[in-house]
């Protein structure tokens, strides 16, 4: 059981570093099907985090928008 909690809490550091990556290519420029790509991912790994339990321990993450327009090109 201990060593279950270990892996766990080793995936969900995972996701959250994932997230955070995610984050950041949010302020680059992508096209809209790419961005829309990134959204889902968000999206995902964030339902993982929710239904593993673990919304407490990383409650900050749910603080990242997930709806967010891409960076423009100044073109």
């Not at 279950?4 to 099907?33: P, T």
């Not at 603080?63 to 100044?74: F, T």
């Amino acid at each position: 059981m201990k060593s279950n909690n270990r892996n766990n809490r080793l995936v969900i550091g995972k996701i959250s570093q994932v997230l955070r990556l995610l984050q950041s290519l949010e302020n680059m420029e992508l096209s809209k099907n790419d961005a829309f790509e990134v959204q889902i991912a968000k999206g995902l790994l964030m339902a993982i985090i929710e239904y593993s339990g673990y919304r407490t321990k990383y409650h900050w993450l749910f603080g990242i928008r997930l709806l967010r327009v891409p960076a423009q090109k100044n073109h």
